[in-house]
C-alpha cells in the first residue's frame, strides 16, 4: 500500500514515496523552467504508474480561499475551484493545478487528495482576519488573510508538543518557517490564532524574492513606472524583492553571508530586524508561550541568523552565552533566559509527511 505526495514549487517538484507510513523514497527535481516543467511531471506521473502497490496522489495546494478547511478527493468541480485561486498564490497555484491535472490523465481513476496550505489558519478569528479596508469587500470579494506554509506549521505543532511531552491541544507556540518564502505562526491551545501572511503569500516579513508588507501606496508608485503598470509592479515584489532585490545578488542567504558588499549586510540586517518584530509582535496573542520552533531552510540551517533573530527578541531577554552553551546538535537546542526557561526547537519541517497522514486519514474516513 504505497501513497505518492508531491509538492509542486515555483522551479521544483519535491515527491516523495510512502509505503505503511513509512517514506521509502524522496527525492528533488530542481531548476525547472516553464517549457520543462510538464514534461518532468509527466515522467513523474509515468513512474508512480509502474507502482502496482500506489492506491493515492496527495498534492500540497497553496491557497484553498475560504472554501476548503481540510483535505480533500479532486473532482472536476473541486478543480475549477482550486483554478479560481490563482490570481491569489500566482507562483504556486497554476503548478499545483498542472501536478493534479497530469497526475488525473495518466492515473486514471486513483485517488487524488488536495492538502491546502490555507486550511490550518481558518481558526483564527474574526478580528484578526478581516482587514481594515470596507467590510464589503470581504462580503462580496472573501478579502480576508487566509495565511500559508499551515501544512509545515501544523506539522511543527504535532513535533513540538511531542518535545514537550504536552497534548497538542495544550500547546502555545511560535513557529517560524523560514525558506525562500517565510511565515510566523500564533498557535493557541493547538489552533492557529495569527500568521504573517495574508490574502496571499506577498502579505508578512521580508522574504527571499517577496518584499513581504509595505504601504500599499508603493504598488501605485512603481507601477507609473512599467510598461504594463499594476501586473509589472506585483511581478516586482513577488519575483525580484526581499533579499534578492536589497542584496543586488541573490535569495540565497549562504551567498549573502559570503558576500562582502555592503548591501548583501543590509539585506540580512533587514531580513533579522523583520523576522524579530514579527515573532515577538506574535506573542501578543498569546497568554502564555511553550515554545519557539524554528524550521525551513533558513530557519534549520542558518545558526547566525537564529542566534540574530533571538538577539533582538524583548520577551526572550536572553544571556547569548548560554544560548551557545546549550545547544544540543542540529535539531534541537533549549535557551534560558534570565527570567525564565523557554525551550526553542529548531525541528526539520516534513509537509510530506503531513499531507502523506492527512491523505491516509482520507482514506480511512
Same mark, same amino acid.
Given at each position: 500500500?504505497?501513497i505518492?505526495?508531491?509538492?509542486?514549487?515555483?522551479?521544483s517538484i519535491?515527491?516523495?514515496? +510512502?509505503?505503511?507510513?513509512?517514506q *521509502?523514497?524522496?527525492?528533488?527535481?530542481? $531548476?525547472l @523552467?516553464?517549457?520543462? &516543467?510538464?514534461a518532468?511531471?509527466?515522467?513523474?506521473?509515468?513512474k508512480?504508474?509502474?507502482?502496482?502497490s500506489?492506491?493515492?496522489v496527495?498534492?500540497?495546494?497553496?491557497h484553498?480561499?475560504?472554501?476548503?478547511h481540510?483535505?480533500?478527493?479532486?473532482t472536476?468541480?473541486?478543480?475549477?475551484?482550486?483554478k479560481s485561486?490563482s490570481?491569489?498564490?500566482?507562483l504556486h497555484?497554476?503548478?499545483?493545478?498542472l501536478g493534479?491535472e497530469?497526475m488525473q490523465?495518466?492515473?486514471?481513476n486513483?485517488?487524488?487528495v488536495?492538502?491546502?496550505?490555507?486550511?490550518?489558519h481558518?481558526t483564527?478569528p474574526? +478580528?484578526a482576519h478581516i482587514?481594515p *479596508?470596507?467590510?464589503?469587500?470581504y462580503? $462580496?470579494? @472573501?478579502?480576508r488573510? &487566509?495565511?500559508f506554509?499551515g501544512?509545515?506549521?501544523e506539522y511543527l505543532?504535532?513535533?513540538?508538543?511531542l518535545?514537550?511531552?504536552?497534548?497538542v491541544?495544550?500547546c502555545?507556540?511560535?513557529?517560524a518557517h523560514?525558506?525562500?518564502?517565510c511565515?510566523?505562526?500564533?498557535?493557541k491551545?493547538?489552533?492557529?490564532v495569527?500568521?504573517?501572511?495574508?490574502?496571499t503569500?506577498?502579505?508578512?516579513v521580508m522574504?527571499g524574492t517577496r518584499s513581504?508588507?509595505?504601504?500599499?501606496?508603493i504598488?501605485?508608485?512603481?507601477a507609473k513606472d512599467?510598461?504594463?503598470?499594476?501586473?509589472?509592479?506585483?511581478?516586482a515584489?513577488?519575483?525580484?524583492?526581499?533579499?534578492?532585490?536589497?542584496s543586488?545578488?541573490?535569495?540565497?542567504?549562504?551567498?549573502l553571508h559570503?558576500?562582502k558588499?555592503?548591501?548583501a549586510?543590509?539585506?540580512?540586517?533587514?531580513?533579522?530586524?523583520?523576522i524579530?518584530k514579527t515573532?515577538a509582535?506574535?506573542?501578543?496573542?498569546l497568554s502564555?508561550?511553550?515554545?519557539l520552533?524554528f524550521?525551513?531552510?533558513?530557519?534549520e540551517?542558518?545558526?547566525?541568523?537564529?542566534?540574530?533573530?533571538?538577539?533582538r527578541i524583548p520577551?526572550?531577554d536572553?544571556h547569548?552565552?548560554k544560548?551557545?552553551n546549550?545547544?544540543?546538535?542540529?535539531?534541537?537546542l533549549?535557551i534560558i533566559?534570565?527570567?525564565?526557561s523557554l525551550?526553542?526547537?529548531?525541528?526539520?519541517?516534513?509537509e510530506?509527511?503531513?499531507?502523506m497522514q492527512?491523505?491516509?486519514c482520507?482514506?480511512s474516513?
Open positions: 500500500m504505497t505518492a505526495v508531491i509538492n509542486c514549487g515555483s522551479s519535491k515527491y516523495s514515496l +510512502f509505503e505503511q507510513q513509512k *521509502i523514497e524522496t527525492n528533488v527535481i530542481q $531548476n @523552467q516553464k517549457e520543462n &516543467y510538464e518532468a511531471l509527466t515522467k513523474l506521473a509515468e508512480f504508474k509502474a507502482s502496482h500506489l492506491i493515492a496527495g498534492h500540497r495546494v497553496v484553498g480561499g475560504p472554501d476548503f481540510k483535505p480533500t478527493f479532486i472536476a468541480s473541486i478543480l475549477e475551484k482550486i485561486y490570481s491569489l498564490a500566482p497555484n497554476p503548478l499545483n493545478i493534479i497530469i490523465s495518466i492515473l486514471k486513483l485517488p487524488q488536495a492538502v491546502f496550505d490555507t486550511a490550518f481558518h483564527i474574526h +478580528f482587514y *479596508i470596507p467590510y464589503e469587500y462580503e $462580496n470579494h @472573501q478579502i488573510r &487566509y495565511g506554509h501544512i509545515s506549521h505543532m504535532h513535533q513540538a508538543s518535545k514537550l511531552q504536552k497534548s491541544d495544550q502555545s507556540l511560535i513557529t523560514l525558506g525562500n518564502g511565515s510566523i505562526t500564533a498557535i491551545n493547538g489552533k492557529s495569527d500568521t504573517s501572511m495574508g490574502f503569500p506577498l502579505e508578512g522574504m513581504g508588507s509595505i504601504d500599499p501606496s504598488v501605485e508608485t512603481i512599467c510598461k504594463n503598470g499594476v501586473e509589472d509592479a506585483m511581478l515584489l513577488n519575483r525580484k524583492s526581499g533579499l534578492l532585490g536589497i543586488g545578488i541573490s535569495n540565497d542567504m549562504r551567498k559570503e558576500a558588499s555592503e548591501r549586510h543590509l539585506a540580512i540586517d533587514m531580513f533579522v530586524h523583520s524579530s515573532i509582535s506574535m506573542r501578543t496573542n502564555s508561550l511553550d515554545a520552533v524550521s525551513g531552510g533558513i530557519g540551517n542558518d545558526a547566525i541568523i537564529r542566534e540574530k533573530i533571538i538577539e520577551f526572550l536572553l547569548i552565552d544560548y551557545k546549550l545547544e544540543h546538535g542540529k535539531h534541537h533549549g533566559s534570565s527570567s525564565a525551550p526553542i526547537f529548531v525541528i526539520p519541517t516534513d510530506e509527511k503531513m499531507i492527512e491523505v491516509l482520507l482514506l474516513s
